[in-house]
């Protein structure tokens, strides 16, 4: 089953935020903190999927201004900051498609953060920071 999240793009733009440095969101990032285990690994001391990471639950990794899903890859093209939340576009490529998206991000602590768009349609993710 192949799970697309749209919603990873959200936190490439936060790297570029005067409010919060890169290297807070930089990590593997999980909607369930008891998958991470199974979602990520580390090669060549760099943040990796593992094989079979999409049948788990859904994830991304933020290395720099790279958010990568299991599934897609996107580059922030704009970044707003609203104080409590930013509102993100990013170009994101399944590898078939470029499509731009927005999204809202809102950070809650140093280990959770959640991602929501309203279109398409309403979603609303919260993640988790993976211990790596």
């Known amino acids: 089953m192949r799970t697309f999240n749209p919603l990873v793009t959200a936190l ?7 409010s919060i440095q890169a290297a807070d969101l930089n ?10 285990d199974q979602i990520f690994t580390k090669e060549n001391n760099r943040l990796a999927f593992k094989k079979d990471a999409d049948l788990h ?15 897609e890859k996107c580059t922030v093209k704009s970044l707003h900051d609203d104080g409590a939340s930013m ?39 919260l993640y988790v920071r993976c211990p790596m």
């Not at 990590?27 to 991470?36: F, H, K, N, V």
């Not at 639950?57 to 599934?71: E, M, W």
Request: charge should be negative; glycine fraction near 10%.
């Open 27 to 36: 990590g593997a990032w999980s909607i369930d903190a008891s998958a991470c």
């Open 87 to 125: 509102r993100m576009t990013a170009s994101c490529s399944d590898g078939v498609a470029i499509s731009d998206v927005t999204f809202d991000l809102t950070i809650s602590g140093e280990n959770n953060l959640t991602l929501s768009s309203k279109q398409p349609v309403p979603v609303q993710m």
């Open 12 to 18: 490439l733009l936060v790297t570029q935020s005067a």
């Open 57 to 71: 639950a859904g994830g991304l990794i933020v290395q720099g201004k790279q958010v990568t899903g299991t599934f």
